[in-house]
Each structure stands twice: as C-alpha cells, then as structure tokens.
C-alpha cells in the first residue's frame, strides 16, 4: 500500500492527520489500519456523538450488551465497558506509530463523562479511572476547556496522565489552557514523573466559530458584513497559533520544563469538516498547514483533501497581524466575540452531554430487552 500523496505531503509539512471517528467495526474491518497505511493517519479522537452514532446503530455491540446485561451491569458501566474495550484496541492498533514517533502520534483520545464538565473533581477522578481502564501509554484523556476543567487538567497531568484539551473556541481561553498545562508539568516533575511520557493537544474548534459568527454578520446583513463571512474561524485559529509560539518558542518558562524531557503542548485543529456548502470543503485543513499541529478530520474531509486539497505552507506563520485586524473588524461591525465564544462553549457542553444522555437511554432500553430476552 502506498500513501496517499496530499495527505502524505500535508504530513512533511508538520500537520499530523488524526481521524475525527471510531467504532467497533473501524477496528475490526481493517480500515483503520488501512487509513494509516494509505492516508497518513497516525492519530484518532473520540467525542459523546462519535460514540453515541457508533453504538447506536447495527448489532456490532449487541453480544457484549447481552453478556453485560447477564453480569448485572448498570448503563453507566456498560457504555464505559464498551468505550474504553474500543479505544484500548485503537491505542493497540496505532502502538507502532506511537512507537515510531517516540509517542508523539500514534494517541487516541477518550472524553470523560461530558456532564462532568463544570466538576472540577469528578473530572479528575474520571480522568485517572478511564486511564487506568484503558491502561495504554498512548491515551489521551479529553477534558474540556471550561473554568472548571482548566484546574481539573493541571491535576490530571500531574498525575502523570496525557491529556487532550476539548473545545476550546477563544485565544484567551487557550492562553489559560497553555498556563494548566505549565502548571501540570511543573507538578508532575515535584511529584517525580518523566515529564517526556506526558503529553498533550489543545483542542482548537474551527468551523463552528465560522457558523455562529456569519449567523450574526447575516443578521447585519451590510455589504461589510456579508464580505467577512468565512474569515472568522481562519483568523482566529491562527491567533491561536501565534500564542502557542509565544508560550512555547518565545517565552522563558518552557525551556526549563523542556529540558526536564517536556514536550509542547500541539494546537489540535477541530471541527475541521466544512458546515456552509458554499465554503471549499477542504477549507480548514488546506489554510491550517504549520509545524507541530494535529489536524483532527471526519471521513468526508478527509477524503475530499485526499482527492482535491492542497497544502498553503503560507496560511498560519506569520499571519498574527492580518488575523486581529479581521477581530477588529469584527468588533468594530458589533460583533460581541465574548458572547460568541460563551455562547459557544456552552453549546459544545450541551452538544455532547445530550449524545450523552441519548446514548444512556439507547442503551438502558438495550439491557432492558437484553435481560427481558
């Protein structure tokens, strides 16, 4: 099998290639071992709606609900069963990528409890169970970006514990991300811990700034307005990767956690699949191409980039400047960007803890027949 050959050179160019998707029957059918053997793919992300579309549809977990259900099993601890028995066999599937790149790829991610996300502590205390459930070096626990999360990912990480930062929509909420994450590396070395097994990604979502702004510049509905439909999510990851290499090439606190054996924290660009047809589908990947960042892709991105994308080694360094002036023209049409990434923090939250609660009542009706029959 030879690589595709846009994805192999989106690759060269620092971007690692995750699959935004995982099921039981990816696993199993070989495709994912054929996606990392054709199309780059050395990473995988899970969220509640992955999971929820995953075992909600066909009979591929049927036997295991059955065997459950037999066991006496509540509905929390089977969908935890059934969750952390597939990402465990992804993290086996991408072991050797994982080992290859001396565990910088090769990670797949595992949300906690989505309706954990203003608990501090049982974010904490999930994390470290879900990580001792899966029991695999090349895990990356997800906890979201809230207030509450951030103190919950120091805690996390000095444990020892790697860690996948989750909708993250504002600069200066990542700022506080990248401060957690000093934080939790400067702890887990006090605590003794070989600060090179740690590692992290920061979450970044894309598309969905671009869906909530344009909602707002139609509602203006000026000539200005309509002109800046589409330059949001662009500009305001870009912003993002100018303040990673503040953090992270710039300023003096890393270099000391970096010869401890640290590794920076990656921007991870999310929610990479186009929502507005009229934008090139291929959009948030072929303008987000810098060194050490993961771009996380659905199926239909993927294969779109696969097919027609190209890779802009121009469209993020060096753009700082352009993309505040795009923020300031934003504020300056009234655009409220605190509202917009309030607003959308709380609808990333709702979003997964209502696949969540569906998944819950999916499966309590499947143990229920599973124990009727």
């Known amino acids: 099998m030879t690589q595709n050959e846009k994805l192999a050179e989106l690759s060269a160019a620092g971007v690692s290639v995750w699959l935004d998707d995982l099921s ?21 992300t ?3 709606s992955i999971f929820q579309a995953a075992i909600s549809k066909g009979e591929t977990y049927d036997a295991q609900v059955h065997e459950l259900a037999a066991r006496g099993a509540d509905v929390d601890a089977t969908i935890r069963t059934i969750t952390t028995d597939d990402v465990r066999n992804a993290c086996d599937v991408l072991a050797p990528v994982y080992e290859e790149s001396q565990g910088v790829d090769g990670r797949v991610s595992i949300e906690v409890d989505p309706r954990l996300a203003h608990d501090a502590d049982g974010t904490v205390a999930q994390a470290i169970e879900l990580w001792k459930i899966v029991d695999r070096p090349n895990l990356l626990i997800k906890i979201p970006a809230t207030k509450a999360g951030l103190p919950a990912i120091t805690r996390v990480l000095a444990e020892g514990i790697s860690v996948n930062v989750t909708l993250i929509f504002s600069v200066d909420r990542y700022k506080e991300v990248m401060d957690a994450f000093l934080d939790g590396l400067d702890a887990a070395a006090q605590a003794g811990h070989d600060l090179s097994t740690i590692h992290s990604v920061a979450s970044f979502f894309v598309s969905r700034v671009d869906t909530e702004i344009d909602k707002r510049l139609d509602a203006i509905g000026t000539p200005a307005a309509v002109e800046m439909r589409g330059r949001a999510g662009l500009a305001n990851a870009r912003l993002a990767y100018r303040a990673y290499q503040e953090v992270f090439e710039v300023e003096s606190r890393f270099p000391d956690l970096l010869a401890q054996g640290a590794r920076p924290q990656r921007p991870l660009w999310a929610s990479t699949g186009v929502k507005n047809p009229d934008y090139p589908d291929t959009l948030y990947v072929s303008e987000l191409v810098a060194p050490n960042t993961v771009n996380t892709m659905p199926h239909k991105t993927m294969d779109a980039f696969a097919d027609h994308g190209w890779v802009n080694t121009g469209s993020i360094v060096g753009k700082g400047e352009d993309s505040q002036r795009t923020f300031d023209a934003l504020s300056a049409l009234g655009i409220d960007l605190d509202d917009v990434f309030a607003v959308l923090e709380d609808e990333g939250v709702k979003k997964f803890a209502d696949a969540w609660n569906e998944l819950l009542d999916a499966t309590a009706e499947q143990l229920a027949a599973a124990t009727e029959g």
């Open 24 to 44: 039981r029957d990816l696993i199993g059918s070989g495709d994912l071992a054929d996606l990392i053997a054709t199309k780059s793919v050395v990473g995988v």
């Open 46 to 48: 899970t969220n509640p």
